[in-house]
Each structure stands twice: as C-alpha cells, then as structure tokens.
C-alpha cells in the first residue's frame, strides 16, 4: 500500500494549482442521469471518488467517456451519456466505498420511478443517517421502503409529483437529492431550510443549464418548478474551495507565502478570516488568491457550521496549522460527533491536543517531531500532511488512498512549492 513520505522544514512558496471540487463533482455526476442526452462535465478532478461514481453511473447503463486530457494536465473532461438506463439499483459494495453514491437515489426515482441504494452506514466521522434524504424524497411524492439494508424510493404512475419540504436541520446531500429529483417532477416543490454549500449552487446552475427552473439559487429558500424533460449540457466543476483551504493551511504551517490559483474570495469567507485572523495575509488578484503567512501564528476559536460558517471539511487542517501556533486555540466541531480521529495521531507528532466532548483545545508546541501516522478519513489524513511539513525529520503517513480520494496529485502540487514529499510503495 502506497505511503507519503515528508521531511519537514520547508517553506512553501510557488503557485497552486486548484482543482475542480470533489464534493461539487460528485453531485453533478448524477446529473446525468436525469436525461437522455449527454452531460460534459469539464475541471472533473482526477480522483478516485470520480472514479468510483463513473463505475456506479456504468453500472446503470450510462457510458463515461474522457476526452482529450494529456496526463500532465490536472483535471478532465468526462461525457456521461445515460441514453437507456439497464439498472435502478446502487450495490451495497460501491456505497460502502463512497458514501456520496447515495447522491443517485433522487435522480434515478426521477427518471426511471423506482431506485434502489443500499444504504450507507456510518463510516469514520460518525454516524451519517439518510433520514432527511428519505423524509424530503417523500415530501415531494415518493414512497419508500426500508428492506434488507437497502431502500427503494419509488414514484407512484412512474413520476414524482413535486411538494413542499422544510429541512430540520441543514443537510448538504439531503438537499441536493431532493432538487435532482424535484427538477423533473410534475409540479413546484418548495425546499424551505436548504443547503446553501457553493457546491450547492454549483448544482443548480448545472441543472439550469440541462433546461431546469430554479428560483432562490444560493439561498435557504429553493423553488423548483418540475420539467417534462432536462437536456444534455457542457459544465465546469467549480474550484475545490477544501483543498485550496487545505494548502492556505500548508502554507502557513511553514511560515510560507503561495498563490493558489484559480480560486477567489467568495466561497471561502470563512476559511480566510479564520487565517487572517491567525496572522496569515491573504489577498486576491487577478483569479487567485495569495497567502502570505509570518513566521509565527496566533490562535484562534472556532466552531464548524453550515455554510457561510466555516466548514466542518476544513477543521482538521486548522487544527493541525494550530498545533504550531502561539497560544491556545478552541476549536468546537458541531456536524459530525467524531470528526477528531486525527488527534491522536497529531498528538504522536508532538501536538498539545485535549478533545472534551465536541471541543478541542490545541496548544500550540514550539516544535512537532515526524513519525510513521496514519488516518481513518480524508481530512485527517490531509492534517498530517501539514503537520509534517514542519515537523523535524521524517514522517510517513499511511493509507494514502483516503487522500487520493480528495486531493488531486498532492505530493506533485506540494512538492512544485518546495516541498520534500514523495510517495512511496510498499518498502
Ligand atoms: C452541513 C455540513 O457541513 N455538511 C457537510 C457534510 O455533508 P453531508 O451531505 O455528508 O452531510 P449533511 O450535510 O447531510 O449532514 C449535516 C448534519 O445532518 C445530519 N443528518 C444528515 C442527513 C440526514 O439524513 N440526517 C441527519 O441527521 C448529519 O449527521 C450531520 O450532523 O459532510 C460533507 C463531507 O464532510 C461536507 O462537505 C458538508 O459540508
Ligand atoms: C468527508 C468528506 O467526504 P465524503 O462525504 O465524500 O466522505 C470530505 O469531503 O471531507
């Protein structure tokens, strides 16, 4: 199994490349099969989450063909054509893997009227319940069955009549089954308390360009007129705003200063006024963003929250960048009740790191030290990485695949800014 090998000590410097956004790239993929005409999804990120769901769309008869993209370049161009669908059903064996296979479920009860997914279980951030996904699905007509580990979402006379929905609390992947399936329903449904994640409106444009109508777009509030048919549409992925949230935190970690390009202010508020209030300079110009970072950062508190708030994605980049800072820093992860699985392992590397409950207070250390680690999750992961950019000697982190599911050839990116990283196969 392939592992990353850092020796620490490095500042950053160079430009950035930004990818385009898994979390937006996973829910566009679905979108293709609410039509029977081709979708071109352009900026997709080569990573092996996008891999995953173009198996999953194969698997319910869509063809997936690249076009043109040479291997030096990031990102692809990928046209999904679901002429026919030959299945309804998402395996237990591709959910399990990828817990945003369960994006299908309201495009395909759309289209076809009946889908069956498996359902996901929790996985190593917490528990992740579909509930609400369920509960909006059947606000706008479908009926569901629980059975077997799995659910069937079904749309009595084959097509969803639409209706109104008011989500308890904000859920990202709940609101985007329900607009992918309420996009081609009979009537207007109503998603009161909606997600407004960028990745959010990323979907929502997309669906307007294959012919849907949707009012509110970026608000709590959606209205969705159903449509008989969507047709084909070429799109861009919007830019990954966590993984150009992860290099800030990279950056700054070695008192660095980069260009992370492709990238503007808008969709990372809260993520630069976390680093700004650390200390780090960060500027936009000319479609970038430029991070500058001081050779010693402050502290800081802060509290995940649904978008605008600072996202639950970023928390354990931060803690890491926190773990060299001056001062104490509190840190409060509201989302997910288990989203602290790097912290023993930072503690390994040297971190001052206390978890009570939902909270840490990270203290910041005048030195980390390398160590072999590794991580249940992809962010997780990711916070190693920052934290062995400066930490003395070498570390090895472990199970590179939760990286590779998020972030686009790291160790090539990291390394183009200075820097020591390589991935290693099993030695
Ligand atoms: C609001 C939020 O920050 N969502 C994050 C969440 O999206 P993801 O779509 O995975 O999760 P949700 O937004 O649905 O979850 C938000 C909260 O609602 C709860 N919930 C969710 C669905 C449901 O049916 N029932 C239920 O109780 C979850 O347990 C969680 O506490 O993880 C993604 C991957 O880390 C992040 O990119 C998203 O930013
Ligand atoms: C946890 C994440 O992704 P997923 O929901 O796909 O596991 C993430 O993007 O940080």
Do not use: W
């Not at 430009?15 to 679905?30: D, E, F, H, V």
């Not at 076009?67 to 030096?72: A, K, L, Q, V």
């Not at 749309?155 to 992947?173: C, D, E, K």
């Amino acid at each position: 199994m392939d592992r990353i090998l850092i020796r620490g000590g490095n500042r950053l410097s160079g430009r950035l490349p930004i990818s385009g956004a898994k979390n937006a790239a996973l829910t566009l993929m679905p979108c293709a099969l609410l039509t029977d005409e081709p979708l071109t999804l352009r900026n997709l990120p080569r990573l092996a989450d996008v891999d995953s769901f173009g198996h999953l769309l194969n698997q319910l008869g869509a063809s997936t063909q690249i076009e043109g993209s040479r291997p030096e370049d990031f990102g692809r161009v990928m046209t999904i054509r679901a002429g026919k669908l030959s299945s309804t059903e998402a395996p237990y064996d591709i959910v399990r893997k990828m817990r945003a296979s369960i994006l299908v479920l309201g495009p395909l009860v759309a289209r076809a009227g009946e889908a069956t997914v498996s359902l996901p279980g929790g996985c190593a951030i917490g528990n992740r319940p579909i509930d609400l996904h369920l509960k909006a699905l059947e606000a706008i007509g479908a009926e569901i069955e629980l059975a077997a580990g799995y659910v069937k979402a079904t749309a009595p006379g084959g097509r969803l009549p639409g209706g109104n929905y008011t989500f308890p609390i904000v859920s990202v992947g709940a609101t985007e089954n329900v607009v992918m399936a309420a996009v081609l329903a009979r009537g207007t449904s109503v998603i009161e308390n909606a997600a407004r994640e960028p990745e959010i409106v990323d979907l929502c444009n997309c669906l307007v360009a294959m012919g849907a109508k949707i009012d509110g777009i970026g608000t709590e509030t959606l209205t969705i007129e159903g449509r008989d048919r969507l047709h084909g549409a070429t799109y861009a992925v919007m830019p990954d705003r966590i993984e150009a949230g992860s290099y800030a935190c990279a950056a700054a970690i070695t008192g660095g200063s980069v260009e992370l390009v492709g990238v503007g202010m808008d969709n990372m508020r809260a993520t630069v006024a976390g680093l700004i209030e650390a200390g780090v300079k960060v500027e936009e110009r000319g479609g970038s963003l430029f991070v500058d970072a001081p050779d010693r950062l402050g502290p800081l508190t802060l509290s995940t929250a649904p978008f605008p708030g600072f996202a639950t994605d970023m928390q354990a980049q931060f803690m890491a960048m926190l773990t060299m800072a001056d001062g104490a820093s509190v840190l409060t992860e509201t989302i997910f009740e288990n989203r602290y699985m790097h912290v023993p392992e930072l503690a390994r590397m040297g971190a001052d790191i206390q978890v009570s409950g939902r909270t840490a207070i990270v203290r910041g250390v005048q030195r980390l030290t390398g160590a072999p680690v590794m991580a249940t999750d992809l962010r997780a992961s990711m916070s190693l990485i920052i934290a062995g950019l400066v930490a003395d000697g070498e570390t090895e982190v472990g199970r590179v695949y939760h990286l590779d599911r998020g972030y686009e050839r790291l160790e090539e990116k990291l390394s183009a800014v200075g820097a020591d990283i390589e991935r290693a196969g099993d030695g």
